[in-house]
């Protein structure tokens, strides 16, 4: 199995950053989409950003382009998670996500493995 753990969560005012980190430990030799997902409360874990199981390509969400960046320290098992320009709207759960055979990156459904989540708040 693989565990994920996610930390760098907090609480932030409109215009600041964040990185948030998500930690991969037991079978991490595979090759595996890794995806950042987002849940407020009452809505749907929506999709943030992620790569492709081959790490070439990465996707982002229209609401987050340009503002956050998805990157990857293969030696850590570690991928992160940059956010600036920070919004209220942005204020979720923050969930790092690995799967197998994973064709559509956005698609939360398809990813096998998740973490406890880190809670991000965005004040204005």
């Known amino acids: 199995q693989v565990q994920l753990v996610e930390s760098g969560g907090g609480l932030v005012q409109a215009g600041g950053s964040l990185i948030l980190s998500c930690a991969a430990s037991?079978?991490?030799?595979?090759?595996?989409?890794m995806g950042w997902f987002r849940q407020a409360p009452g809505k749907e874990r929506e999709f943030v950003a992620a790569f492709s199981w081959s790490g070439l390509n990465t996707d982002y969400a229209d609401s987050v382009k340009g503002r956050f960046t998805i990157s990857r320290d293969d030696a850590k098992n570690t991928v992160y998670l940059q956010m600036n320009s920070l919004k209220p709207e942005d204020t979720a759960v923050y969930y790092c996500?690995?799967?197998?055979?994973?064709?559509?990156?956005?698609?939360?459904?398809?990813?096998?493995?998740w973490g406890q989540g880190t809670q991000v708040t965005v004040s204005s």
């Open positions: 037991g079978r991490t030799f595979r090759r595996y989409a």
């Open positions: 996500a690995a799967g197998l055979m994973v064709t559509t990156t956005t698609s939360p459904s398809l990813y096998q493995y």
